[in-house]
């Protein structure tokens, strides 16, 4: 996603936008975004968008769910899918000539799924062995707790899995009701990255996905209720205690989210020189693991920092995260060290750009929630563009006494 000739948009009759992003390789990549994950799910019905992601291979009108896994798998490729808290991923990779058997299948999946009662059964107990699997690593399940802390009385607080007892009452009908509600044009965006010509793309997307009419009941999101910082542990008789420290930021459509962006990567980035990594690990060895992660949501949004040491060495770490961002909430960076931060961030980005998943992905988010897809030159400019005083007045809203913080020990 180098630059915007690259890049080229379409929309069908029927309201579907469409994304193809030229790229000169033998494998390519098509999928659909989906505008609805698991904070549009009804009370009761927790774990159903999650469900449907699993349950959505298991036959259409055409298929049986050995025909729709052979599909593509038969040629080399692969057929997939995720969901998060307010968006489904569904996306095939492939060698690129086989463009339109992607394509139709993908159709098939959402116009014609069945979701078949005996099916249904037979999942339900993959899904159940997900979630105990899942519980079982609480450097995992920790982050749904936070999440249920940090944004109570909201439809982003309950896990995306859901629970036992909601998705033992899921049906075959819930699955086709959401499939109707929420998988219509609208509220979707086909996103293609390949070595084809994009006339060739929309074509074939006229073709499979022009007959999409499901009538849209809309979705109804309301944002979080601001909440007071909260301190929670949970003696769960762990050898180390897993913490997570963290406060609501700014969401997808604030400005402040690139100065977000980037206190995030100086914190707890991916690279061995973050802040904190210095500090508590690689300075004093109090810890086996700190992370920084940035959450964005389309009316809010987080940032949350991991770390997992030994029981007696908890209270250190906290003390010394609490300074390292104080130290950049009281006073601003110098130029020349916020333009070293930047280039790393920035070449970071460059790196990530060259993985054609991400690119996919990126493209399809992009058209689905901004209506537009950025190029890396744009993208790298909104980090460049960052000024050390904005950089500070993010960092005082993560100030400590405004951070709420659980532990698992």
Same mark, same amino acid.
């Given at each position: 996603?180098?630059?915007?000739?690259?890049?080229?948009?379409?929309?069908?009759?029927?309201?579907?936008?469409?994304?193809?992003?030229?790229?000169?390789?033998?494998?390519?990549?098509?999928?659909?975004?989906?505008?609805?994950?698991?904070?549009?799910?009804?009370?009761?019905?927790?774990?159903?968008?999650?469900?449907?992601?699993?349950?959505?291979?298991?036959?259409?009108?055409?298929?049986?769910?050995?025909?729709?896994?052979?599909?593509?798998?038969?040629?080399?490729?692969?057929?997939?899918?995720?969901?998060?808290?307010?968006?489904?991923?569904?996306?095939?990779?492939?060698?690129?000539?086989?463009?339109?058997?992607?394509?139709?299948?993908?159709?098939?999946?959402?116009?014609?799924?069945?979701?078949?009662?005996?099916?249904?059964?037979?999942?339900?107990?993959?899904?159940?062995?997900?979630?105990?699997?899942?519980?079982?690593?609480?450097?995992?399940?920790?982050?749904?707790?936070?999440?249920?802390?940090?944004?109570?009385?909201?439809?982003?607080?309950?896990?995306?899995?859901?629970?036992?007892?909601?998705?033992?009452?899921?049906?075959? @009908?819930?699955?086709? !009701?959401? /499939? #109707?509600?929420?998988?219509?044009?609208?509220?979707?965006?086909?996103? $293609? =990255?390949?070595? *084809?010509?994009?006339?060739?793309?929309?074509?074939?997307?006229?073709?499979?996905?022009?007959?999409?009419?499901?009538?849209?009941?809309?979705?109804?999101?309301?944002?979080?209720?601001?909440?007071?910082?909260?301190?929670?542990?949970?003696?769960?008789?762990?050898?180390?205690?897993?913490?997570?420290?963290?406060?609501?930021?700014?969401?997808?459509?604030?400005?402040?989210?690139?100065?977000?962006?980037?206190?995030?990567?100086?914190?707890?980035?991916?690279?061995?020189?973050?802040?904190?990594?210095?500090?508590?690990?690689?300075?004093?060895?109090?810890?086996?693991?700190?992370?920084?992660?940035?959450?964005?949501?389309?009316?809010?949004?987080?940032?949350?920092?991991?770390? @997992?040491?030994?029981? !007696?060495? /908890? #209270?250190?770490?906290?003390?010394?995260?609490?300074?390292?961002?104080? $130290? =950049?909430?009281? *006073?601003?960076?110098?130029?020349?060290?916020?333009?070293?931060?930047?280039?790393?961030?920035?070449?970071?980005?460059?790196?990530?750009?060259?993985?054609?998943?991400?690119?996919?992905?990126?493209?399809?988010?992009?058209?689905?929630?901004?209506?537009?897809?950025?190029?890396?030159?744009?993208?790298?400019?909104?980090?460049?563009?960052?000024?050390?005083?904005?950089?500070?007045?993010?960092?005082?809203?993560?100030?400590?006494?405004?951070?709420?913080?659980?532990?698992?020990?």
């Amino acid at each position: 996603m180098n630059n915007k000739e690259n890049i080229i948009c379409h929309t069908l009759a029927n309201g579907l936008r469409l994304v193809h992003v030229h790229r000169n390789s033998p494998v390519a990549w098509c999928g659909l975004a989906v505008n609805a994950g698991s904070r549009d799910e009804l009370v009761g019905q927790y774990g159903l968008a999650h469900f449907v992601e699993h349950t959505i291979f298991k036959g259409t009108k055409r298929r049986t769910s050995t025909r729709i896994n052979n599909r593509m798998e038969q040629v080399g490729g692969e057929l997939n899918a995720y969901t998060t808290k307010e968006s489904t991923m569904l996306y095939c990779i492939f060698p690129v000539e086989h463009l339109e058997r992607a394509m139709e299948l993908i159709a098939d999946l959402v116009e014609n799924s069945l979701f078949p009662e005996h099916e249904i059964a037979t999942e339900l107990d993959v899904v159940l062995e997900e979630v105990s699997s899942y519980l079982d690593s609480p450097s995992e399940a920790i982050y749904d707790d936070f999440e249920d802390m940090l944004l109570a009385g909201s439809q982003l607080g309950h896990n995306i899995l859901g629970e036992e007892k909601d998705l033992r009452r899921l049906t075959s @009908g819930h699955c086709l !009701d959401w /499939l #109707k509600r929420l998988y219509v044009p609208s509220n979707m965006v086909f996103f $293609s =990255l390949g070595n *084809t010509s994009a006339g060739k793309v929309f074509r074939l997307a006229e073709k499979y996905f022009g007959i999409l009419s499901h009538t849209k009941k809309g979705i109804k999101r309301k944002a979080p209720i601001a909440v007071e910082p909260q301190r929670k542990m949970v003696d769960m008789g762990l050898h180390q205690s897993h913490t997570i420290v963290g406060a609501r930021v700014a969401g997808m459509y604030d400005d402040q989210r690139f100065a977000f962006s980037l206190l995030n990567n100086i914190l707890g980035g991916p690279g061995m020189n973050s802040l904190l990594n210095v500090s508590l690990r690689e300075k004093r060895g109090l810890v086996y693991t700190v992370e920084s992660s940035l959450v964005s949501f389309t009316d809010s949004g987080m940032i949350q920092i991991y770390l @997992g040491c030994e029981h !007696d060495k /908890l #209270k250190k770490a906290l003390k010394l995260i609490g300074n390292t961002i104080d $130290s =950049l909430a009281q *006073t601003p960076l110098s130029e020349r060290r916020l333009d070293a931060y930047k280039q790393q961030y920035c070449g970071q980005m460059l790196i990530a750009s060259d993985n054609a998943e991400v690119t996919a992905m990126a493209a399809g988010r992009g058209l689905l929630y901004y209506n537009a897809v950025s190029t890396l030159q744009e993208s790298i400019d909104c980090i460049l563009g960052v000024t050390p005083v904005q950089l500070q007045q993010a960092a005082q809203q993560l100030a400590i006494d405004k951070c709420s913080i659980l532990t698992f020990k």
